[in-house]
DNA sequence: CTTTCAAAAATGTGATCACTTTCTGGAAAG
DNA sequence: CTTTCCAGAAAGTGATCACATTTTTGAAAG
């Protein structure tokens, strides 16, 4: 009555490897971790297919774990399951561009005001080090760390908020617009990119609500602004 | 609640039913459609625990598509996944309310105008007819035939839009309130409800965005006031 | 009656299987 | 050279299994 485990030149691991990483759905987690990050850094490019057993070979796991991360991700839309069941990362179009925009300045520069009363000058310290390291990313064109960074940047901000319900739908909108982010970066580089950082610290210094909002308006604005240009170049 | 198979005592059907109801997913979109208009409608309570071999007999079904349909369902936060993996409907807090009255006010009046330039006097027809039924049902006391028709008369509205991102972010936001919604009506009944629908239908009728961005506006607070006033209640 | 604690039941998780559908590649026909 | 079509490969889906953990139960002890 033994089931056959771990006989197959490779694959996933012996069984649920108990006490290794710790507790429950940490195989789930660790997939989850990696498909989404991978999705904000660009490494899937739209209309590429994804595919179950690809992934869960990729990550030396079976199927099962990498099945539910899937539809979480289609659930947020961050991937989208087409009807014959395959699962895609979306393709950009006009109409979803302009929505993700128009929700992104409804809901980010309200978030980062929720946040502000508790950010500190330690705080401003950090995204200093943060918006540091972005330039320099900016300046050598890498553009992966420049997303992962940028990611980091804005969310920083967000995660003080403590929301529970504004920062999830915040979390979606950026799985989705930045696998076309990294298309575009690839196509005109990263040189030319501003953003509205050292404002929004400085209101984060000054306990500047408006002035806060205001930096975060366009910083979307100009960075959303370039990828705008770009959009009609890659469908039209 | 659900159709039940019923065909063996216990158990899912044999195989996958090849040509029985249609295309992939089958299965899966039924248990998601099952779930989520019963959390819609008031089925599950908060702080309800929600399993998995549970639905799975009740829908009768294999634990698959439900395990799938929870973690869609978690990711859009209607469900909550404890530490323990424990599956649940989330405890309204106070924090949670204020945030989903924010960004139901941000969006949904948005939604709203981005619908109108689709709507026509057949649709005003329509919603005339649902908040008909609506008036009645208010009158009887039926709170589950409410929560369905109103939800029914808002995502008419919405859908029009055509959006492919807003409406989702709403879809998560109506999937989250409506649990504690439903104890609410339990408690303090349905009689003294009052909406701006017949205002919202007027403005369609006459295209005035304005006017329909304020009726839905004034809706939401509205409705939420009334579970606003109730939840200290409930919680403290 | 309350508390303690061990046995039993229930639950989530990861893996694997069987089956159907879909996609891909290449040979054959035009 | 292009198109058609079929066979093999690949992929998604639902079901089932084995296992660790958690929860619940129920009896014994205080």
Excluded: C
């Excluded at 179950?52 to 979480?72: F, H, N, W, Y």
């Amino acid at each position: 009555m033994v089931t056959r485990r771990s006989t197959s030149p490779n694959g996933p691991d012996k069984t649920h490897e108990p006490g290794s990483t710790g507790s429950r759905g940490a195989t789930r987690g660790q997939v989850d971790n990696a498909i989404r990050s991978g999705l904000l850094t660009g490494h899937f490019i739209p209309g590429k297919a994804v595919t179950i057993r690809g992934l869960a070979t990729e990550l030396g796991v079976s199927p099962m774990p990498v099945r539910e991360v899937l539809q979480r991700l289609a659930a947020e839309n961050a991937l989208e399951v087409k009807p014959n069941g395959r699962v895609q990362v979306p393709d950009m179009t006009q109409l979803r561009f302009d929505e993700l925009l128009k929700a992104r300045l409804l809901l980010e520069p309200e978030l980062a005001k929720l946040a502000l009363e508790n950010l500190t000058s330690k705080d401003a310290r950090d995204l200093t080090r943060i918006d540091d390291d972005i330039d320099v990313r900016l300046k050598t064109g890498d553009a992966e760390a420049y997303m992962r960074l940028n990611h980091a940047f804005h969310f920083y901000i967000y995660r003080a908020s403590g929301s529970e319900v504004l920062l999830p739908l915040v979390d979606s909108l950026w799985l989705q617009f930045a696998p076309f982010m990294r298309t575009v970066y690839g196509r005109v580089g990263t040189a030319n990119l501003e953003d509205r950082h050292k404002e929004a610290i400085r209101a984060i210094e000054k306990q500047d609500a408006i002035g806060l909002a205001a930096a975060i308006t366009a910083d979307i604005e100009d960075g959303m602004g370039l990828l705008g240009r770009e959009i009609l170049a890659q469908i039209g």
